[in-house]
């Protein structure tokens, strides 16, 4: 049962375009979402949050949207670079419990130069 | 530590073997986290601890799974008698609060085969 769903396995984008990374979750409980970017042999890092009393989230050229009624997120990186390259991942969790994060499968997004 | 710092990065063991992997959090982190990522999979939660409250063990998939903090600190998790299953990239992660609002600070994982 996957609460936290990325369908797009993988995206390729040219480089100084808009990546757009689709994110779709099921418990209507989450009011407290992430993004999280991962290199290869590397952990995760933090890249940018968004909670439920907002619908947008900007930082730099990371741009984090929520539609609470689709219970749908997506994360619009503009212009891509090709150090963008990486396994993107989401993040979803309620306020009461903010520790435990269910994270989707991921999307790896190819910047082509 | 200037980051969370696992050992080993990798590690190959006969299915029936035991194994430790062994967490450094951020010094400070009151926080500490274990997730793992199975092929194909999103990071599954395993375990998480707060200070000297009692661990939630909620996400451990089997009694063969178990985990310990020392100290506050250093952490360990054991997985006894391994199977293929358990085969996956073991990842600890830390925060300096409960609230992890603000994501947690991962580290580069543990690559477990079992073969």
């Known amino acids: 049962d996957q609460q936290v769903k990325q369908n797009s396995p993988s995206l390729s984008v040219q480089e100084g375009r808009i990546s757009i990374l689709n994110c779709d979750y099921t418990?209507?409980?989450?009011?407290?979402f992430l993004w999280y970017k991962k290199y290869p042999a590397e952990g995760p890092t933090f890249l940018i949050s968004i909670s439920s009393i907002k619908d947008k989230n900007e930082d730099g050229r990371f741009t984090v949207f929520l539609n609470k009624s689709a219970k749908h997120l997506s994360l619009h990186i503009v212009p891509s670079q090709p150090g963008d390259s990486a396994v993107y991942f989401c993040a979803a969790s309620e306020m009461t419990g903010t520790y435990k994060y269910i994270f989707g499968t991921g999307t790896r997004l190819k910047v082509l130069a | 530590g200037a980051g969370v710092s696992q050992s080993p990065s990798n590690k190959v063991t006969e299915k029936g073997k035991d194994v430790e992997l062994r967490c450094d959090p951020i010094s400070g982190h009151t926080a500490l986290y274990w997730y793992r990522q199975s092929l194909g999979q999103g990071l599954e939660f395993l375990i998480y601890f707060q200070g000297n409250s009692a661990p939630d063990k909620s996400g451990l998939p089997s009694d063969r799974f178990s985990a310990e903090r020392t100290g506050g600190s250093v952490s360990t998790l054991t997985i006894q008698r391994t199977q293929q299953e358990d085969s996956a990239v073991y990842l600890c992660?830390?925060?300096?609060?409960?609230?992890?609002?603000?994501?947690?600070?991962f580290g580069s994982g543990t690559r477990l085969t079992v073969v």
């Open positions: 418990n209507s409980m989450f009011d407290y």
């Open positions: 992660a830390s925060s300096p609060r409960v609230d992890a609002r603000y994501g947690y600070t």
